[in-house]
């Protein structure tokens, strides 16, 4: 895995970014952009990412990188998503999720090597080696609570999967539940999930999918839940593989929640490696360290090392880091213990509620390691 930071000066921009190089030039790369605090307002802010962004196209590591995704995160969605160019050639979303830096955007971007972008409506895929790759972001409902939002969202969702003759079940990697007030209406969402799961014989004897379920604030007003996917047309049978860390977590459905802890995607020159958004618990399925935040962030990271290791993998292969935090007072121990910890990898600290009170912060990461696995390349 290779790291890199860039300071663009002139702009005052952060860019860190990982690639993950492969011989067979399919090359991958995960960047964060973030910005100095220059008290300007958020359309300069917004100007400065972007012209840091475009000027990646001159960095070599991004030759004939064609750009899969970017998810701003914003300091006050319902008034700034208005200014968010939308960009045909990538999917894009946004939530509010402040960048706890003090600056109002940031942005994750990334980014597939010799392969082309194509989007039917608000899908974005791109297909190689006998693979597409589905993503959708930024889904929303308006109607009702968030147990009908959710359900009407993973019912639309399906509709969409089955236009490209897959299923939720079989074909979805990974997804995002950002949720309005998380406190009062997560459970409402996790029950609308649950009983959509168990109608797709998804149930903890079978699977689940890796996920994150997390306070976010959508543009949208009327909107309660934003929902967004990946999905891979072209697995084989085995090709997913769950993992647990049952010496560190235990089984989410013991709680009544219906999630994988990880999920690894076996190609046969790497495997991705999806860890869900995981906070300070044991396998009890207990909150530790309640009110501690640098022995909650410990034990987190143990969690998270523990399912790299079932993977095969260790932190030396994440490309990037979420990390959400509850109460910003807590910033400046968190992004000093990560800085020290993660001095090179990607990462990013927003302010985003937990979904038990308890929990004060919660990490989700992608890593990907070289592998000579019995399928195709990806």
């Known amino acids: 895995m290779l790291y890199k930071y860039i300071y663009f000066d002139d702009i005052r921009t952060n860019v860190q970014y990982s690639l993950f190089s492969s011989y067979n030039k399919v090359d991958e790369l995960h960047v964060i952009i973030s910005l100095d605090q220059l008290n300007d307002t958020f359309c300069n802010q917004k100007d400065r990412l972007l012209f840091a962004e475009k000027r990646l196209n001159s960095v070599a590591d991004f030759n004939n990188a064609s750009l899969v995704f970017k998810r701003f995160f914003l300091s006050d969605a319902v008034n700034q998503e208005l200014f968010i160019d939308k960009d045909p050639s990538c999917c894009i979303s946004s939530i509010q999720q402040p960048p706890l830096n003090g ?106 999918i890796a996920s994150t379920g997390i306070g976010g604030v959508p543009a949208s007003p009327k909107s309660i839940i934003q929902f967004g996917a990946y999905a891979i047309k072209g697995l084989k049978n085995g090709q997913q593989t769950y993992i647990k860390a049952l010496s560190h977590l235990n089984p989410t459905h013991q709680y009544g929640v219906t999630f994988e802890r990880g999920t690894i995607v076996h190609f046969g020159d790497r495997d991705h490696i999806v860890i869900s958004g995981t906070a300070s618990i044991n396998n009890k399925g207990e909150v530790l360290h309640s009110y501690d935040i640098e022995k909650q962030t410990l034990r987190m990271w143990e969690n998270v090392d523990a399912l790299l290791k079932e993977a095969n993998a260790s932190f030396d292969e994440v490309m990037q880091i979420i990390v959400y935090l509850r109460d910003f007072a807590d910033y400046a121990v968190v992004k000093k213990m990560f800085d020290d910890k993660f001095p090179q990898t990607p990462y990013l600290i927003t302010l985003a509620p937990v979904c038990r009170p308890n929990w004060l912060i919660e990490m989700e990461c992608v890593a990907v390691k070289k592998a000579n696995n019995n399928f195709a390349d990806f």
Request: aromatic residues 16%.
């Open 103 to 208: 600056t109002k955007i940031a942005v994750w971007l990334y980014y597939v090597k010799n392969v082309d972008v194509k989007h039917n409506d608000n899908t974005f895929f791109y297909e190689h080696n006998g693979y597409t790759h589905l993503w959708n972001l930024g889904m929303l409902s308006g109607e009702n609570d968030s147990y009908c939002q959710t359900k009407n969202i993973l019912e639309n969702y399906t509709k969409i999967l089955n236009t490209y003759n897959v299923n939720i079940k079989d074909n979805c990697v990974r997804t995002w539940f950002y949720v309005r007030d998380v406190d009062i209406q997560y459970m409402p969402m996790v029950v609308a999930r649950r009983e959509f799961f168990e109608n797709n014989s998804m149930t903890k004897d079978s699977h689940f």
